[in-house]
């Protein structure tokens, strides 16, 4: 997600009277251990809200533009000091310090209700600086070292890298509440997917999604550019027989139904799939597989595979847009933004001394039902019609005298899911991996294409299909052979270069994600 879409979707539930927690918008309360002076407290000139929101994710900061621009009166608040939550983009020093508290009992790995919460292990290492830092600190606190300390600011590291279809809601939503002029974005230039043939090596293949990619596309012969030129017309022309055709191939899985009814290599099967459709898993399960079967419709790949290509052409020759500065959390203080000018109000950086207690009866407002919360930073309690906030986190956010907490497990299943950040000292050099140029008999030519540089890409979306990675070591062919010890699920890197603003010139970022139903270490 965050490449995949599903880890965007937010579900309401219902938890309690006028109560609704956001599924997915992963904050982590923390009470304040911070001693605060009634001195220092400020006294609001309203303490009562129609809507009372904790956490800045980017849902949560969306529905408060929302409220605000209806009229609600809503109050924002957040522990963190800085808005997006999980969505945010961090400089280096505010990773390491949010692994740091993560990882402490009571951070964002444990709740104090002993429940599961939505980090559940954390690694953090500097290989490049291994004989100045700890080689292994899975266990032991972060060090920044010194060398980065000086470019601490120059990173914006996002904890949730998304990708912004280029025709949707999403960017109907930016657009239509003006957020999208506080943002900056870049396309995504290029999505490629790695291929090892046995006997031929591996390569970062290139996937054409367009009329134009695929008359570029060097390693693709004429016969299947006209077979793969016939399915994405075929896609992007559904009518009424169209229509009738993938219900009678809904039972089919995706890659049988590309094979027979396009006859299209196993190449550009995987290529669609993983690079288009942006599968997850395996249309069909593997006949070695372990994994429960799982099949993929091919109705929903097919529908996936068009809003792909709907996307393409309204920015240019590419189907999705990369945020710059962190990406969602630019996004999130956008939304923010928005609200505030609306009249919301917001306060970081605050700790909740007293949990929310839903409190019936007349109040000294005349009010006969209402939430309760006490905050360290304001003078009085502050009082909301409705409050919401991380469904994960009721148990640590409201007082469970008061009402009763009701919980939707389901809505949890299949959102574990394992990212990570990679920082490289060097761009991704995707030249090497595309096809070489057929042969001349001239010499000339040959030379100057030895001497064509390196083909310079700052936003790439990189996919190992599932069977593609191993989690055993590389040298040892005996284990990496067996079928158990590799990825059953997608795994997505999204690469950002210094053009996106989130790491120093001459570096890149990577942040890999798959759904962690395996060890991909």
């Not at 409220?67 to 390491?96: C, E």
């Not at 920082?423 to 050099?429: Q, S, T, Y």
Request: charged share 20%; glycine share 8%.
């Amino acid at each position: 997600t965050a490449v995949d879409r599903q880890s965007t979707k937010e579900m309401e539930h219902e938890v309690g009277s006028n109560c609704v927690a956001t599924s997915g918008s992963l904050l982590r309360f923390a009470r304040s251990t911070m001693a605060s002076a009634s001195s220092s407290k400020v006294k609001l000139d309203q303490t009562h809200f129609d809507v009372l929101l904790v956490g800045t994710d980017l849902p949560t900061s969306i529905l408060s533009a929302a409220l605000a621009r209806a009229g609600k009166s809503v109050l924002h608040i957040d522990q963190n000091d800085y808005y997006g939550g999980v969505w945010a983009g961090l400089t280096l020093r505010q990773l390491v310090q949010w692994c740091e508290k993560s990882r402490a009992p009571g951070g964002g790995g444990e709740s104090t209700t002993g429940k599961e919460t939505e980090t559940e292990d954390i690694s953090f290492a500097f290989p490049y600086f291994e004989n100045d830092t700890q080689s292994d600190q899975r266990k032991a606190p972060p060090e920044l070292p010194q060398i980065l300390s000086k470019l601490d600011r120059h990173y914006s590291l996002a904890l949730t890298p998304t990708l912004v279809a280029s025709t949707g809601p999403s960017i109907d939503a930016l657009v239509r509440s003006k957020v999208a002029s506080y943002s900056t974005f870049r396309l995504l230039e290029q999505t490629v997917v790695f291929i090892d043939t046995p006997g031929q090596g591996s390569q970062l293949q290139r996937v054409p999604s367009s009329k134009e990619d695929v008359f570029k596309d060097r390693s693709l012969s004429l016969i299947e550019k006209r077979k793969l030129m016939k399915f994405l017309q075929s896609v992007m022309g559904q009518d009424s027989a169209g229509e009738s055709e993938r219900e009678t191939a809904s039972s089919t899985p995706y890659d049988e139904y590309l094979r027979a009814s396009y006859g299209l290599s196993d190449k550009l099967i995987t290529a669609l799939s993983y690079g288009i459709s942006l599968l997850p898993h395996r249309s069909s399960p593997a006949p070695s597989s372990s994994q429960p079967a799982r099949s993929i419709p091919t109705s929903l790949a097919l529908a996936r595979a068009k809003r792909h290509l709907a996307s393409i052409g309204r920015y240019g020759n590419a189907a999705y847009l990369v945020g710059q500065y962190g990406g969602a959390g630019e996004l999130a203080q956008g939304y923010c933004r928005a609200s505030a000018v609306m009249g919301a109000t917001f306060m970081l950086d605050v700790g909740i001394e007293e949990r929310l207690k839903f409190v019936k009866g007349e109040g000294g407002d005349g009010r006969k039902e209402r939430w309760e919360m006490q905050v360290d930073s304001v003078d009085g309690k502050i009082t909301a019609d409705w409050t919401v906030f991380p469904e994960q986190h009721a148990n640590d956010l409201i007082d469970a005298a008061s009402v009763k907490i009701g919980r939707n497990q389901a809505s949890r299943d299949g959102r574990r899911v394992a990212r990570g950040v990679v920082i490289l000292d060097r761009a991704v050099n995707f030249s090497a991996g595309a096809a070489a140029p057929s042969s001349s008999s001239s010499e000339q030519p040959q030379q100057q294409q030895e001497q064509k540089p390196a083909e310079v890409v700052e936003t790439a979306l990189i996919i190992f299909p599932p069977g593609s990675c191993s989690s055993q070591d590389p040298d040892d062919a005996a284990t990496t052979a067996v079928a158990s010890n590799r990825n059953t699920q997608t795994v997505q890197v999204l690469m950002m270069g210094e053009g996106t603003f989130s790491c120093p010139k001459g570096q890149c970022e990577c942040s890999p994600y798959t759904r962690a139903h395996i060890d991909i270490c």
